[in-house]
C-alpha cells in the first residue's frame, strides 16, 4: 500500500516528464510502480480520478479507448485512426 | 437561418425505405446545428472528404466516459457543426420506455444540443449527436436531475444491455432485465472511470437465440440455457404434423441429430442436445425447455477493430443466476484483475486468452477445466494438462525411448 501523497506525485511525475503527453492507464500504472512498487490498481485508478475531478490530469478520449494527461500538457484535439465503437 | 441546397443527400430520400435525410431536414427545421449538419453532409458527398475529427478532452465533471468529442474542419463554414459531440445516455433494460420518458429525453435533447439521436447505437445506449462543448455541463445536470445517466465509452466498461427478456419472453432462462440493471449499479465505477486498458462489455441473452447477439458482441455473453428434458406436448405435435412437415423442418435441420419423428410421436434425446432452440422456436406449442433454469457463461467475443473478430468461448457451462449475483460478481472481478495484469493497452479479453492460453485464464478466476468448454473437437485438450504434467510425459517419454519401450 503507497500513501496517497506520494502516489499523487508519483502520478505527476509520470505525466509531466514522460515522452508522451497522453498516455493509458495501464502505462501510467507501470510508471507508479516503479517508484511505489506495492501500490495496487485500485489506488492508482481512485487517486487519479480524484486529479482528474481536480483538474489536475484530464482524459482524452477517441470514443473507444481513453488515454490520461496533464492539464494542458499536449494538444487537446488530434485526429484519431480509431472507429469509435 | 441559411439554406443549404442539397442535391446528392436528396437522391437519398428516395425508394421505398425511411430515410436518415428526411428525419435530419425534419430537425434542421427547428434546429440550427441539425441545419448546418444538413449543409455539412452535402459538402462531404460533393466533395467526396470526411472533414470529422475525432475524439478529445470533452466530458463531464466526475465522469471519464460517456461523452465522444466530434469537431469539424469547417467550423467557419458550419459553425453549428464546429463542436457536435456524442453524448450517450444509458438506456433502460431492454429498451423499455414510456413515451413519457422519451418525451423527457427528447426535450432536454431539444433544449440542448441539435435534436438529433441515434436509437440506438450498437452498444445499446440512446446516442445523442452533436453537443457544444460548453452545453455539456448543463445538459447532464439536467438529464441526472431527473434519473437519466451518461454510459460508457473508451476503456471502461460498456453499458450493459439485455434481451426484452421474462418481460415479454417465454423462453427467458433466467431474469435478464434485473442482472443487466444489478450489474450497472454494481459497476457504477467501472463504467463512469475508465480504467481498463480497453473496453469491456456484458451482454445479456434469456436463451439461444440470442437477441442481443451476445455471443458475437459481448465480452462476457450470458446465454439462457436449461438442464433437464425439453417438454413434449404429443398432442400438440400432432397439430403441427398438419401445417408442417415435422421431419424436414425440425429432425433433420436439428445440429445434433437428436430428434427423430416416426409420424406418430416425436423422441428426443436430450443427452445429445444442445439447447440451440431451433426446434422450440418452430414448434412453440409442442416444445418448451425442463427442468432448472440458468446461462452459460462465456468469454471473448469482439468485432474486428484492432485484429479479427472472434466469437465467444464457454467458461462456465451452466450457473443459475439469481440475485444478489454474489457468485458471479466475484468471477467478474478475477476475470478483471486478471487481464489488466496480463493485457497491452488496446488488447480486449478474448485477443488475451489467446495469447496466453485458456489453461493459464481458467488457473486464474479459479474455474476447473471441463468438457464444455473445448472450443471445438480434438483442438483444446491441452487446457486440461499442467506444464508439469507435460513434463513428466516428455520425461517418460525420453526413458521409454532410451530403454526400448517406445512404442510409436
Known amino acids: 500500500m503507497g500513501r496517497p501523497e506520494d502516489i499523487r506525485q508519483a502520478i505527476l511525475d509520470y505525466a509531466s516528464k514522460g515522452a508522451k503527453t497522453k498516455f493509458y492507464f495501464k502505462d501510467m500504472l507501470v510508471g507508479v510502480k516503479k517508484t511505489i512498487p506495492d501500490t495496487n490498481v485500485s489506488e492508482v485508478k481512485n487517486m487519479a480520478s480524484e486529479m482528474v475531478r481536480e483538474g489536475v490530469l484530464e482524459l482524452f478520449s477517441t470514443g473507444s479507448s481513453t488515454l490520461y494527461g496533464l492539464k494542458g500538457r499536449g494538444i487537446s484535439v488530434e485526429k484519431s485512426g480509431d472507429t469509435g465503437g | 437561418m441559411k439554406k443549404y441546397n442539397t442535391p446528392l443527400i436528396d437522391d437519398l430520400e428516395k425508394g421505398p425505405w425511411p430515410s436518415f435525410v428526411t428525419e435530419m431536414k425534419k430537425a434542421a427545421k427547428n434546429n440550427e446545428m441539425a441545419n448546418d449538419a444538413v449543409g455539412h453532409l452535402e459538402k462531404c458527398y460533393s466533395t467526396k472528404l470526411g472533414y470529422w475529427k475525432h475524439g478529445g478532452i470533452v466530458g463531464v465533471l466526475g465522469y471519464g466516459g460517456g461523452v465522444i468529442g466530434r469537431y469539424s474542419e469547417l467550423g467557419e463554414e458550419f459553425p453549428g457543426v464546429a463542436h457536435f459531440h456524442t453524448v450517450r445516455l444509458n438506456h433502460p433494460s431492454a429498451w423499455f420506455y414510456t413515451t413519457k420518458a422519451l418525451r423527457e429525453v427528447m426535450g432536454i435533447w431539444d433544449k440542448y444540443g441539435s435534436g438529433l439521436t441515434n436509437v440506438h447505437g450498437s452498444t445499446g445506449d440512446m446516442i445523442l449527436l452533436g453537443c457544444k462543448t460548453d452545453a455539456l455541463e448543463p445538459l447532464f445536470a439536467e438529464y441526472s436531475s431527473r434519473g437519466w445517466d451518461l454510459g460508457g465509452s473508451g476503456s471502461a466498461l460498456r453499458t450493459p444491455s439485455c434481451c426484452v427478456g421474462p418481460a415479454r419472453c417465454e423462453w427467458a432462462n433466467y431474469d435478464t432485465l434485473d442482472i443487466c440493471y444489478n450489474l450497472t449499479q454494481e459497476f457504477q465505477d467501472e463504467l463512469h472511470r475508465p480504467s481498463f486498458n480497453y473496453k469491456f462489455k456484458f ?201 526400448g519401450k517406445y512404442r510409436f
Open chain 2, 203 to 403: 451482454k445479456f441473452s434469456g436463451c439461444a437465440c440470442d437477441c442481443v447477439a451476445s455471443i458475437a458482441r459481448a465480452d462476457m455473453s450470458f446465454i439462457g440455457t436449461w438442464k433437464g428434458d425439453i417438454k413434449i406436448d404429443q398432442a400438440e405435435v400432432k397439430n403441427y404434423a398438419k401445417t408442417m412437415d415435422i421431419n424436414a423442418e425440425i429432425v433433420n435441420m436439428c445440429p445434433t441429430q437428436c430428434m427423430s419423428y416416426d409420424g406418430k410421436e416425436l423422441k428426443i434425446n436430450d443427452g445429445e442436445c444442445n439447447r440451440c432452440m431451433h426446434c422450440i422456436t418452430r414448434m412453440t406449442k409442442a416444445l418448451k425447455p425442463g427442468g432448472e433454469r440458468g446461462a452459460t457463461i462465456c468469454i471473448g467475443s469482439k468485432a474486428p477493430i484492432v485484429v479479427g473478430s472472434l466469437l465467444s468461448w464457454v467458461i462456465i457451462p451452466f450457473i443459475k443466476l439469481e440475485p444478489p449475483y454474489t457468485e458471479l460478481k466475484d468471477l467478474i472481478r478475477k476475470i478483471w484483475d486478471w487481464w489488466s495484469d496480463n493485457s497491452k493497452p488496446r488488447e480486449r479479453i478474448g485477443e488475451l486468452i489467446e495469447v496466453k492460453g485458456m489453461r493459464s485464464f481458467l488457473e486464474a478466476i479459479g474455474v476447473a477445466p471441463q468438457p464444455q468448454q473445448i472450443k471445438e473437437p480434438r483442438r483444446d485438450p491441452f487446457m486440461f494438462y499442467t506444464d508439469e504434467d507435460i513434463a513428466k510425459f516428455k520425461a517418460n517419454e525420453a526413458e521409454e525411448k532410451k530403454t
